[in-house]
């Protein structure tokens, strides 16, 4: 009798642990929503922070407080909210999970808004709502805490001869960089200077620099001294 008592508990704590497990493991409604957000790349961590915060914020007041649950304006957003649009209506999956949790959109004494009607599956839905929001805020902190601790680039220190070759390694790069454009530049100007000989019936040659300060032109030998006998 003994034996089949135990074997009775047994099989019935095991068939208990069984089904709790089952339950633990049953996937939420809104895992794939927060997923979406957190590995959207489109979205600042910042924005990301806020809107989970916020979002919690609501659905706190809205669902889980046994007294501003009750009170309708904080089952409501105001869709002209600034401060709502730039952290929760201005990301298309956040919008997702509100409709999702329940709120629907209504004219409230004219003004457009997010309603959360008094009802229990919508309560259910917001207390599932926050506890994934609660993880995800984890998620966040946690991905936040790896680019925090990333190590930061410490500047090398130098000796006074090792700068005052660092310098001159920087003055002959530039001076080499200079000279490589004046090259390309005075290239640029023979090639159109040549184009313009070639192709410009008009041309005729000007008189040199040294000409037009000296005055004179360039003369030879033979055009001083004259023929020689």
Not at 135 to 162: C, H, W, Y
Not at 200 to 227: H, L, M, Q
Request: proline fraction near 4%; hydrophobic fraction near 35%; charge should be positive.
């Amino acid at each position: 009798m003994a034996l089949r008592l135990g074997t009775a508990s047994t099989s019935t704590s095991t068939s208990t642990s069984t089904s709790s497990s089952t339950s633990s493991s049953t996937p939420s409604t809104f895992r794939p929503f927060f997923d979406r957000l957190v590995e959207d790349g489109r979205i600042t961590m910042g924005q990301k922070t806020d809107a989970v915060k916020t979002l919690s914020l609501v659905l706190k007041n809205a669902v889980i407080d046994p007294l501003k649950s009750k009170d309708p304006k904080y089952r409501q957003l105001k869709l002209h909210n600034v401060k709502l649009q730039q952290r929760l209506f201005s990301i298309p999956v956040v919008m997702d999970i509100l409709t999702t949790v329940g709120f629907q959109q209504q004219t409230v004494d004219g003004e457009a808004c997010l309603v959360l009607p008094l009802e229990k599956d919508a309560s259910t839905l917001g207390q599932e709502c926050v506890a994934e929001l609660a993880m995800t805020q984890q998620r966040l902190a946690f991905i936040a805490g790896d680019t925090s601790n990333a190590k930061p680039v410490v500047p090398e220190k130098l000796s006074e001869k090792q700068k005052a070759r660092k310098l001159l390694e920087e003055k002959e790069k530039l001076e080499k960089t200079k000279a490589k454009e004046n090259r390309k530049r005075n290239l640029a100007l023979l090639k159109a200077d040549k184009h313009t000989r070639e192709n410009d019936p008009n041309w005729k040659p000007g008189v040199s620099a040294a000409c037009a300060k000296s005055g004179t032109g360039i003369s030879t030998f033979r055009d001083k001294y004259g023929e020689g006998e």
